[in-house]
Structure formats: structure tokens, C-alpha cells
């Protein structure tokens, strides 16, 4: 037996031990976005098992805590939980260690709560989500003892269900395509985010998933984008609209893009729009005229206005997410930077104060370094000791 296939089954055999540990659970629900590999390209980029260390068990433990049994974990999904608990890294370096500090071993006290306010608002949390936890914790303190693992247990709780509040409103718990009809999905936000990175992830996950995919290049302010998007669309063989000549017009490629994906029978297009151009006026100008064009071309489409932040700009993307709402007119978000961020808590202020559902979140540069979002998952890596 070679060492790999040994390390293999080593982990195989914890697996199972992990599973057996979490008691009978329910059967999981299906991920409609996860699949087989389907070009060579993808192929060689298959996800690797680290290590068989700490942060594999622990995502195991993450997985069965969610009822998933051992055959239905994917060398993919661990790989994804080991790099979304390295990316939130930072943040918890702040955050979890001054709190399990500040819990400490006796019962919770008022002094406590005070300190946790303050880590909370330093991880970018926000306050109004900081004020909404405080506030049940308080409460909850008010009517019995409470130990430390019981209000780590709580908090979690509480985080959790900020982040499931937009979600639930939406009726979509998770963000896939309509399977037979068409969907439109615009990148938007300001320059630098991750918009086109975020799309080039994007149409990966939605080919390997099954969903026929196009790409229509409308960001033809800075003149490099077409070719950046051009070479995410050939990673993934998903072709690329786009008008080659300078100041193109977006709205025009979009159209071009919208008949292209009706002829072809496209289930998902994926718009790249500008992050800068001359003067902010014209960027919300511009969105909104994209936005007022595929809704007249393509009323029947299900459209998606998802607005890309940046985790290390903090507080800064709430501000983004109210400027762009009635432009693009949101739908959701998506977090990128995660690795290297030390302001992961901002995911919370984002879906307490701009309401939005985050649906996704990157933590790296890499084609597979985004997967749908997932807040039981998010919690436990932002709290992971
Ligand atoms: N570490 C890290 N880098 C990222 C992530 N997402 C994007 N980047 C990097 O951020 C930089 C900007 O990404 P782009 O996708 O070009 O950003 P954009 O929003 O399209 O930028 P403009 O088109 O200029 O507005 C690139 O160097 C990306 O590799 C991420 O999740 N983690
Ligand atoms: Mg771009």
C-alpha cells in the first residue's frame, strides 16, 4: 500500500469513527452545486487532502454535526472547510482568542458581555448585529446561570441566525440556477473586489455542477477585462461575449449575450460589469441601464444582482451595498478575501444591516476557492478554537 492510499484510509477509518460518534441523523439535503470533474483542466486542479491533521478532523466534525454521513463527504467539501477555517484564520486571532479569554471558566457575568461587545465590534461585526446578540445574551443571562461552553453554544446560535435571516426571506436557502430556464447573474461593486475572479469561480462551479453556462464580458471600461474574463471562460470552456472594439457599449453586449444564450438554449449567463469608471454617477448609471435592459430583453429570466465584497474593506462594504442596491437592485452577496482578512465578522453586519443574503464566499485566488455559502459552516470556522 502506497503511503497516499494508506493516509487515505487512515482518514477513511476516522471518518467513520466521527460519523458513528454523531448519532443517527437525518439523510443530507442534495448540493445542487457540486459535481464531477468534466475537462482535463479541471480535472488536474482536483482538490488534494491536506494533511490528516486537526483541521481535517474538525471538518469532519463539521459535516456530521450537519447530519452528513461519511459517504456523502466529499474530498471537496473537506478541502473547502480546511481553507475557509485558514482563511477566517485572522479574524479569530482577535476574535476567539480574547473570547474563550474573556469566558474564561465560571459562569458568564455582565463584565463578560461588556468585553465580547467590544470583540464583536472589532471583528467588523457591526452594531446593530453586535446590539441584537448582546441583547439575547443579556436576556438569557437574566434568567439563569450560564457557563461558558452553554454561552459559546448560545452565541453561536444567535450569529447563526443573523445570518439565516435574509436567507430565510428569500425562500432560496441555497443559490443555484433554475434548471431549465433562464438566469441571469450580474457581478457588481466596486473596482478591485473580486467581481471577475468571483465569475470566473463562478462558472466553474455552475459547469461542473451540470448548468450550461455563458459569459458576457460587460465590463469594456478598463481595457484588459475582456481578455481577464476571456481567460477564466477558456479555464472552464465557457464562451465569452464580447464586443472587442473600445467603448463598447455594456448594455449592447448583454443583448448580444442575452440572444446568444436563447439560441443556444443557455441555462446561465453571467454578467462582468465595470468596478470604476469616469465618475461614480456613471457606474450607477450604467448598472441600471444593464439592469433596464435585461429585464425588457428577458422578462421570463431569473435574475441575480449579486454584489461582490471585499471582507478586508470591512465596514466599508456596508456603505457599498446601500449604494448599489437601488442601482443593480441586489439580490444578494458575495464575500471574497476571506483568507488574509482580518474583518470576516463583517459577513454578520452585512446581513443584519444591508439585509442581503450572502451566497457565496471566496478565500482564495484559485478556481475552486469559492463554494456556496453556508452559515452553521461560517460559524464554526470564525469560532474554531
Ligand atoms: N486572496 C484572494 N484574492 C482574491 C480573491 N478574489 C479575488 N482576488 C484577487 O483580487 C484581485 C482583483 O480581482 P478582480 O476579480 O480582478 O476584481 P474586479 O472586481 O473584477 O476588479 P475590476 O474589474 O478592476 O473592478 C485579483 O488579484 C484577484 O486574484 C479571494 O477570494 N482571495
Ligand atoms: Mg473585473
Redesign the pocket.
Given at each position: 500500500m502506497s503511503l497516499l492510499e494508506l493516509a487515505a484510509a487512515q482518514r477513511q477509518e476516522r471518518l467513520q469513527q466521527l460519523t458513528a460518534a454523531s448519532a443517527a441523523s437525518p439523510p443530507s439535503e442534495s448540493q445542487p452545486l457540486a459535481a464531477a470533474p468534466v475537462t482535463r483542466e479541471q480535472a488536474e486542479s482536483e482538490p488534494q487532502l491536506g494533511e490528516f491533521d486537526d483541521t481535517f478532523t474538525w471538518s469532519a466534525e463539521v459535516l456530521a454535526a450537519q447530519g452528513r454521513q461519511v459517504e456523502d463527504m466529499s474530498v471537496e467539501e473537506i478541502d473547502w472547510l480546511g481553507r475557509l477555517r485558514r482563511g477566517l484564520e485572522k479574524t479569530r486571532r482577535g476574535f476567539v482568542t480574547q473570547l474563550l479569554e474573556n469566558l474564561g471558566d465560571d459562569p458568564l457575568t455582565p463584565e463578560v458581555l461588556d468585553d465580547l461587545e467590544t470583540t464583536l465590534l472589532r471583528a467588523d461585526v457591526g452594531v446593530q448585529a453586535t446590539d441584537r446578540v448582546l441583547e439575547a445574551l443579556r436576556r438569557r443571562l437574566n434568567q439563569e446561570v450560564v457557563d461558558p461552553a452553554e454561552g459559546l453554544r448560545f452565541l453561536k446560535e444567535q450569529l447563526r441566525g443573523l445570518l439565516e435571516e435574509p436567507i430565510k426571506a428569500s425562500a432560496a436557502p441555497l443559490l443555484a440556477p433554475q434548471k431549465d430556464r433562464l438566469n441571469i447573474w450580474l457581478m457588481v461593486?466596486v473596482?478591485?473586489?473580486?467581481?471577475?475572479?468571483?465569475l470566473g469561480k463562478l462558472a466553474n462551479l455552475a459547469v461542473r455542477s451540470g448548468y450550461s453556462c455563458l459569459i458576457a464580458a460587460a465590463?469594456t471600461f478598463?481595457a484588459a477585462?475582456v481578455e481577464?474574463v476571456s481567460i477564466w471562460g477558456q479555464r472552464s470552456g465557457v464562451p465569452v461575449i464580447a464586443n472587442p472594439s473600445a467603448n463598447a457599449d455594456p448594455a449592447a453586449d448583454v443583448y448580444d449575450a442575452i440572444g446568444a444564450a436563447r439560441a443556444k438554449g443557455t441555462e446561465l449567463v453571467l454578467v462582468d460589469t465595470?468596478?470604476?469608471l469616469q465618475t461614480k454617477h456613471n457606474l450607477m448609471e450604467e448598472l441600471t441601464k444593464v439592469r433596464r435592459i435585461i429585464d425588457k430583453l428577458a422578462p421570463e429570466a431569473v435574475v441575480e444582482s449579486l454584489l461582490?465584497l471585499d471582507a478586508s474593506q470591512g465596514q466599508n462594504g456596508l456603505r457599498q451595498a446601500m449604494a448599489f442596491a437601488s442601482a443593480a437592485g441586489l439580490t444578494g452577496v458575495v464575500i471574497?478575501?476571506?483568507?488574509?482578512s482580518a474583518r470576516g465578522g463583517v459577513a454578520l453586519a452585512v446581513a443584519s444591516e444591508a439585509r442581503l443574503p450572502i451566497r457565496f464566499i471566496?478565500?482564495?485566488?484559485g478556481i475552486r476557492?469559492l463554494r456556496p455559502f453556508n452559515s452553521f459552516e461560517f460559524v464554526e470556522a470564525l469560532l474554531s478554537r
Open positions: 461593486g473596482n478591485g473586489v473580486g467581481k471577475t475572479t468571483t465590463d478598463r477585462a481577464q465595470a468596478g470604476r461582490v471574497t478575501k476571506l483568507d488574509g471566496g478565500a482564495g485566488e476557492d
